[in-house]
């Protein structure tokens, strides 16, 4: 029920948005975040958003750079992420919490899409 897209190759320095589309019609009863996994590395969480988006969370590697929103009439989750690095390269994953939990732990999301590649040059 999740689609991520707008992954892509970018300079180091730009910026992309990802967007994640829920094609059901409980998208505003999910907590959505976003995860990323490099190759040979463990996944590990990026940001999330609550239901209503009236709270964030982010990792200490992409505060300041990252944003993360959602659009609960458009059913979808963005994540800008604007000065990015080469080590910001990986394949990233939109997920659902139908508990609302918004904090960095894979498992409680019970509802994962598939990835999108994001490559970083330098």
């Known amino acids: 029920q999740l689609q991520a897209s707008g992954g892509g190759l970018v300079q180091a320095g730009g910026s992309l948005r990802l967007s994640c589309v829920n094609s059901?019609?409980?998208?505003?009863?999910?907590?959505m975040g976003w995860f990323r996994q490099a190759p040979g590395k463990e996944r590990e969480f990026v940001a999330a958003?609550?239901?209503?988006?009236?709270?964030?969370n982010y990792a200490d590697s992409v505060k300041g750079r990252f944003t993360i929103s959602r659009d609960n009439a458009k059913n979808t989750v963005y994540l800008q992420m604007n000065s990015l690095k080469p080590e910001d390269t990986a394949v990233y994953y939109c997920?659902?919490?139908?508990?609302?939990?918004?904090?960095?732990?894979?498992?409680?999301?019970?509802?994962w899409g598939q990835g999108t590649q994001v490559t970083v040059s330098s």
């Open positions: 997920a659902g919490s139908s508990s609302n939990y918004v904090g960095p732990q894979g498992a409680v999301y019970n509802n």
């Open positions: 059901g019609r409980t998208f505003r009863s999910y907590a």
């Open positions: 958003v609550s239901m209503s988006a009236g709270i964030t």
